[in-house]
């Protein structure tokens, strides 16, 4: 993947990361939590975050160039417990 951009915001929400994977345009929510007691860093990324996530990216995709209506797009998840990283291709 080649990153095109870190922590995007715009009035919808932010975004972690955006990258390029082949014809792909990413976007990356990462979630850490220091312990189990803090929650799961996976949950925390809710429904409500997810359409967060999906207005920012839309406003990302039109304002960058790109016709949403045929780039395909694809949202992943890095959820980060303590030391142990666990990355979601399509998570939603």
Known sequence: M?????NYH???GEIDIIAMDDSDVVFVE???RGSINEGNP???VDTRKQDKIRNAALTYLVSSGYNPEVTNIRFDVIGILDTDIIYIRDAF
């Not at 080649?2 to 870190?6: E, S």
């Open 30 to 32: 990462v979630k850490y």
């Open 10 to 12: 715009d009035r919808f």
């Open 42 to 44: 996976l949950e925390a």
């Open 2 to 6: 080649v990153i095109l951009a870190r």
